[in-house]
């Protein structure tokens, strides 16, 4: 899926319920892997009936919002 910047920040503020977004350059937690990432490395797909997944862009990481925390509590 095909995303300007402006779009995908737009698609993970209406998205995300954990956590606001200010810009796709920061980073988040991942829980699930323990890896670190940027907003605008996460992957964007659209499943058979339009609905919107996103994904962490870490090899076989299946982590989504819930897993993704701020990571001022990890450095
Ligand atoms: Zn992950």
Redesign the pocket.
């Given at each position: 899926m095909l995303l300007t910047s402006g779009r995908k920040l737009r698609l993970f503020q209406d998205s995300d319920p954990y956590k606001q977004w200010c810009t796709l350059d920061e980073t988040r937690f991942?829980a699930?892997?323990k890896?670190l990432?940027l907003g605008r490395d996460v992957r964007v797909l659209e499943d058979e009936r339009g609905k919107i997944h996103f994904r962490?862009l870490?090899f076989c990481?299946?982590?989504g919002f819930a897993?993704w925390q701020c990571p001022q509590f990890h450095l």
């Open positions: 991942c699930r892997r890896h990432f962490c870490t990481c299946e982590g897993d």
